[in-house]
């Protein structure tokens, strides 16, 4: 008789936000995506001799009779048993998220993420963050078609992560601000969006592509501005980039309701993240009390759920709080 291989095994990622770039980055311009290091996504894996089962985000029972929301984890726990030379491997996995799915926080690239960490963690195959990533990528393309990898790099990273032409780096600075993230309660189709504003650009590329020119300028002046920390000037920019956002039909009323409560309630700046018309909100904060302010603000708005994010420690609003 032989032994079954491997042992339990586990695997952690965060939820991550689009800062700023979004769309634009469509269009080859840079973006700015940060993890949030609170909103966990955990998997746990256990080898099995008999069929594999799956229990989260909602739903439990027979790997093979999952919804097909759940294909990318399955491609993922299947991409990495094969990485770790068990391919085919028959597994109990279980995943727990901090954070809903379908609001633009990454939660597919997470949840692939934490099963190919636990993976390989009940196989003890050691991978480099590039395998990983590309593990990450081929089960992101079962959901996705075509993922940029911003999500895969940005759920697994320790700091906000820039992105330009494809090419994904880890920034040396991060915000100086408490940032307030509010679900507008209301899925959003990031294709459907993409979709909409190149429809919108192929109908007048030069006022959109002027847009779309302009949200990439923010994010060059965002970076710029981290590092002179001036968040003041960084909410401004988000304030700005959300109106552009707005002008290319990529809002709503829920979210420009969203974004107008956390200017009233003191917000430096605010805007969508991710592919919009639902999804969520960010606003930028200087301070802890202005933080829960505006948190306060967004469920009065009527948001679904708040985050609040600290600054990292180390930058100065960091250090204020403490
Ligand atoms: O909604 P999210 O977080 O998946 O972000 C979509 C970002 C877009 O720029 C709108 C699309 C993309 O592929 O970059």
């Known amino acids: 008789m032989t032994s079954l291989a491997g042992h339990p095994g586990y695997g952690q990622t965060v939820a991550k936000i689009i800062l700023f770039g979004e769309h634009s980055v469509v269009y080859g311009h840079p973006a700015v995506a940060m993890p949030l290091q609170s909103l966990k ?12 089962t799956l229990a989260g985000l909602g739903w439990s029972g027979p790997l093979d009779k999952a919804p097909a929301r759940f294909s990318s984890i399955i491609r993922a726990a299947e991409v990495a048993s094969a990485f770790a030379g068990h391919a085919g491997a028959h597994l109990h996995i279980t995943t727990d998220a901090g954070f809903p799915a379908e609001r633009g926080l ?9 099963v ?43 700091g906000p ?23 507008s309660g209301i899925q959003g189709s990031t294709r459907e969006t993409v979709g909409h504003v190149r429809a ?8 959109v592509g002027a847009v779309l020119a302009r949200l990439g ?4 002046e965002v970076i710029a501005l981290l590092h002179e920390r ?3 000037a960084i909410g ?52 802890e009390e202005s933080a829960h302010r505006i948190e306060h603000a967004f469920v009065t708005a009527g948001a679904a759920g708040t985050w609040v994010h600290a600054p990292e420690p180390g930058s100065l609003a960091g250090e204020v709080a403490r």
């Open 41 to 52: 996504m955990t998997a746990e894996v256990e080898p099995s001799d008999g069929p594999g």
């Open 106 to 114: 990454g939660s597919s690239a997470a949840a692939a993420g934490a």
């Open 116 to 158: 190919i960490r636990a993976v390989l963690d009940a196989f003890d195959a050691p991978a480099t963050p590039d395998e990983i990533f590309t593990l990450t990528q081929q089960a992101e393309r079962v959901a996705h078609g075509r993922p940029s990898g911003l999500d895969a790099v940005a759920t697994s990273a320790d």
């Open 161 to 183: 992560v820039h992105f330009r032409g494809g090419v994904v780096t880890e920034l040396d600075v991060s915000p100086d601000a408490w940032i307030v993230i509010a679900d």
């Open 200 to 207: 919108r650009y192929e109908a007048d590329p030069d006022s």
């Open 217 to 220: 300028d923010i994010t060059d």
């Open 230 to 232: 001036d968040t003041p």
């Open 236 to 287: 401004r920019r988000a304030t700005e980039a959300h109106r552009l956002l707005a002008s290319l039909g990529v809002s709503n009323d829920r979210l420009d309701i969203l974004v107008n409560a956390a200017l009233s309630a003191g917000a430096l700046g605010a805007k969508l993240t991710g592919g919009g018309r639902g999804g969520c909100v960010i606003a930028f904060a200087d301070s």
